[in-house]
């Protein structure tokens, strides 16, 4: 640790600092081509098989807007209430990295397509507001890929290697302005910020918005200047932040610091910094460029965009409703409450319970499958709720079969593991495996004798009124029937049987 290691306590730092935050939010569009060629963009393609002269940027090669990527970039701006421009210019960002090989990035700045919006963001009840600075359009660059180190950073790694498939997919990036006045809720203001905006995003279809796969990426900023200031301190710029919680670590952290930078008298730099997932800390980067070191100017290989207001309109027509109005209606419907639909979205299982109930099954039927047995598979398999191969129509069937007594919970779950197994359709895995309950009386009567016969002192003991007792003769029942019977009426059998 060196002395800027240092750290003041979460609680006594924000007692005498006040924290403003801002972020900054990369999404790579969910488009089926590239920003500015007709490669393809799927994710995890063998390296450097999506690429051409354009995208490589080799001599003579000419770029052509996509016009997808701008009516994503207006239907998000729309959605962040934005103004739309109604004229821009893309603008060349010119600075040298190994994997950008142009070695300038096609990008907007002093002319982005949307500015001026806001989001409104729930942080424990109360509606922060969040403005939006501006939403503009680049183009993604390629992956570096060091080799031969332990850290898989460039420093000791024997050589590096370059993968340009991603360079060229377009990339949007959303800007707030400083956000103050969250305090001791400035971490907690930060991830709610970014899970808002991820669940608006996916709302809009525009981007599958992954963090883990780097769909969307944060760099997360903080200040601290003592309570009571007339100017904000310093900022730092915490890069490539890769999943919710860490946002909230990030900025966390770098309260904790700059509190102790300030308490020793130093003065904060400003500079990029990079986030370590293992130990939440963070680490100086580069010292942080100024607008003027990248020598933008316009792109004279592109035409302005004008996007016409009709189409813009039309855009707007089209928004679907907003999340956090959709997830109200859903919670009044359902009956549910504040911290039950949070769990709900937070699992990522709201749009899959919404599509079971649509299928017909109830909400809390719903809920307990996707919550309960599904989450738990899900876990197993380290997968997305939502990647388990079974569909909420078929969940909606189990949960169906389940309410008409053709399964109890068992057997359901039998019929769950065939479905994600690939046996089919549920109603297919109960004819083919005979998995249905055992609703025949005379079978079951016939097993409940067979079970008092086998146990004479078991059935003793119930007959005297040890009641707890027939608990063996319902296991030998159910063993008997493989588990398909229907234990309330088993158990009621006994006790007739027994006069008990
Ligand atoms: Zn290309």
């Not at 305090?183 to 907690?188: E, K, L, S």
């Amino acid at each position: 640790m060196t002395v800027s290691d240092t750290l003041v306590p979460f609680a006594a730092a924000v007692e005498r600092y006040e924290p403003v935050i801002g972020l900054e939010t990369h999404v790579e569009l969910g488009t089926r081509t590239k920003m500015f060629c007709g490669c393809t963009t799927t994710f995890g393609a063998e390296p450097n098989t999506q690429v051409c002269p354009v995208c490589l940027g080799l001599p003579g090669s000419l770029p052509v807007v996509n016009r997808t990527a701008i009516e994503y970039t207006i239907r998000i701006g729309l959605a962040l209430n934005c103004t739309i421009a109604e004229w821009c210019r893309f603008a060349r960002k010119n600075y040298f990295y190994p994997d950008m090989p142009k070695n300038f990035q096609i990008s907007q700045y002093d002319e982005p397509l949307c500015t001026d919006g806001w989001l409104d963001v729930d942080v424990d009840g109360r509606t922060l507001r969040v403005g939006i600075e501006r939403v503009h359009l680049e183009e993604d660059t390629g992956k570096s890929l060091h080799v031969g180190g332990a850290t898989g950073r460039i420093h000791g790694a024997a050589y590096s290697l370059v993968d340009y498939n991603r360079a060229g997919i377009p990339l949007v990036e959303i800007v707030t302005k400083p956000i103050p006045g969250t305090g001791a809720d400035a971490p907690v203001a930060a991830r709610r910020y970014v899970t808002e905006l991820r669940d608006l995003l996916r709302s809009l279809h525009v981007s599958d918005v992954r963090m883990e796969e780097g769909s969307l990426r944060c760099d997360v900023n903080t200040s601290l200047a003592p309570r009571g200031a007339a100017q904000w301190g310093t900022r730092t710029e915490t890069k490539n932040v890769n999943s919710l919680r860490s946002v909230e670590r990030a900025v966390e952290f770098e309260i904790e610091r700059q509190a102790a930078v300030l308490d020793a008298g130093g003065r904060v730099k400003q500079e990029t910094r990079h986030f370590h997932e293992d130990t939440g800390t963070t680490t100086a980067g580069r010292s942080k460029e100024e607008a003027q070191d990248y020598r933008y100017f316009p792109e004279p290989d592109l035409v302005p965009v004008a996007p016409p207001r009709d189409w813009v309109e039309q855009i707007r027509a089209a928004l679907p409703e907003p999340p956090a109005a959709r997830r109200a209606r859903l919670r009044a419907e359902w009956d549910l409450s504040e911290a039950d639909m949070a769990a709900l979205a937070n699992a990522g299982a709201l749009d899959l319970v919404a599509e079971t109930v649509a299928a017909g099954a109830s909400p809390a039927d719903a809920r307990k499958w996707w919550r309960g047995e599904l989450a738990r598979r899900a876990n197993a398999a380290g997968a997305e709720l939502s990647a388990l191969a079974i569909s909420p129509a078929q969940v909606a069937r189990v949960s169906e079969l389940v309410a008409a007594g053709t399964l109890n919970d068992k057997l359901a779950r039998q019929v769950i593991d065939a479905v994600l197994d690939g046996a089919g359709d549920p109603d297919e895995v109960v004819a083919t495996r005979g998995l249905a309950v055992v609703s025949d009386e005379s079978a079951l009567t016939t097993a409940v004798d067979e079970a008092i016969a086998a146990n004479p002192e078991v059935a003793a003991k119930v007959r005297d009124g040890k009641v707890a007792a027939a608990g063996v003769l319902l296991g030998a029942v159910m063993k008997a029937t493989r588990g398909q019977a229907d234990a309330a009426r088993v158990r009621e059998l006994i006790m007739e049987r027994l006069g008990s």
